[in-house]
């Protein structure tokens, strides 16, 4: 917070993911066009000051949508709970609303369905705080789907690995859920800032407990990579300062 002038209102950032489904019959040059109208949008709400990074990935009929808000210290989008952070990507990305099926969420009938975060290593405090130092490689998505009766085991211990905020990792990962899938935001390189939430050089006990879990058995392996819980999906929009 130094260097903050006099009567200067605070930025902070706010992270959030969201979950989409194609419509049957869209053609892939429907997507395209879509895709590119997203992204001229996303560039002038860069442009403007009021997102820091998006990205947009897809596996099969699925769109996962990554966003960092810019605003006022005092926005009521700092509460990831409030509908107005579920209402965005409906109210930004027109062009996508008629290639999209709509969610009946519980907040509303909406294309976007806002992911709860589960999981990450670090945490905006300001805007400044956030900033990458270096430009990343690649922004990128992955996928997980949890079976059914270990959903409440992975979210319990992921939730006590954060709280209790000791467990290094790449600081810009983030994964949410909605019902049982699971979507991790990254860059690369992984190993380029390297840190956890309390910014503590101490062991951390809540990932002894998770590993002794058995990990492997929370999660349904995706056909086109068996040997890893998590897929890397396809990047259709990559936006950053």
Excluded at 72 to 83: H, P, Y
Excluded at 94 to 122: C, N, R, T
Aim: proline share 4%; glycine share 4%.
């Amino acid at each position: 917070r130094s260097g903050k002038k006099s009567g200067e209102k605070m930025k902070q950032v706010v992270r959030a993911q969201y979950r989409a489904v194609i419509k049957a019959g869209t053609t892939e040059e429907q997507l395209k066009e879509a895709v590119e109208q997203s992204s001229k949008k996303m560039q002038e709400k860069l442009k403007h000051g009021e997102i820091l990074t998006a990205g947009m990935f897809r596996y099969r009929n699925l769109i996962f949508l990554y966003l960092e808000y810019i605003v006022e210290e005092t926005s009521s989008l700092l509460d990831g709970r409030k509908d107005r952070i579920n209402q965005i990507p409906d109210q930004w990305l027109d062009f996508m609303k008629q290639i999209l099926h709509i969610w009946p969420e519980y907040s509303g009938q909406q294309y976007w369905a806002y992911m709860y975060p589960v999981f990450w290593f670090d945490q905006p405090v300001s805007l400044e705080y956030w900033r990458r130092k270096k430009k990343p490689d690649a922004r990128c998505g992955r996928i997980a789907v949890l079976y059914p009766d270990k959903f409440a085991s992975y979210i319990c211990h992921h939730h006590a690995i954060v709280e209790e905020g000791l467990l290094v990792g790449d600081r810009y990962q983030m994964i949410s859920s909605h019902e049982n899938l699971l979507f991790s935001y990254f860059e690369t390189p992984r190993d380029r800032e390297q840190v956890n939430i309390k910014h503590q050089e101490k062991e951390s006990e809540e990932i002894e407990k998770w590993e002794a879990v058995d990990p492997e058995s929370h999660f349904i392996r995706f056909e086109e990579d068996p040997e890893n819980n998590f897929l890397v999906i396809d990047t259709l929009l990559s936006i950053g300062g």
